[in-house]
């Protein structure tokens, strides 16, 4: 696995998400209420659009576009269940994140 440093928990506070551009991908971070940090592919499967500007509640983030929604500790499709984001495995070092992109793809799905 290829970790890079992405931020410290500092620039992450509990409830909420910020892009980050990691080794050339572009990743949302996300620092849920419970403490967990998750990191998915920054742009919607539908219609690539941006989910930093989304809203999260608990550890559902919810497309600001057509509403589609996503488990974030998962990266399953809740509604519709047919689409799912693609995530990328995330280590914690004292106070600083890493994310690990290597060989992960983000996902796209038609309708």
Sequence with gaps: ??????????????????????????VLLIHLDDGSIHAIQSICPHQEVELVNGSL?????T?????????????????PTHAE?????VRV???????DTKGIEPKFTLA
């Design 1 to 26: 696995m290829a970790f890079e440093r992405v931020c410290s928990l500092d620039d992450l506070w509990q409830g909420e998400m910020e892009n980050f551009e990691v080794s050339g991908t572009e």
């Design 57 to 61: 509640e608990g550890k559902v983030l």
């Design 63 to 79: 497309c600001s576009m057509h509403l589609w929604q996503f488990d974030v500790s998962s990266g399953e499709g809740i509604n």
């Design 85 to 89: 984001v693609a995530k990328y495995p």
């Design 93 to 99: 070092d004292g106070e600083d994140i890493f994310v």
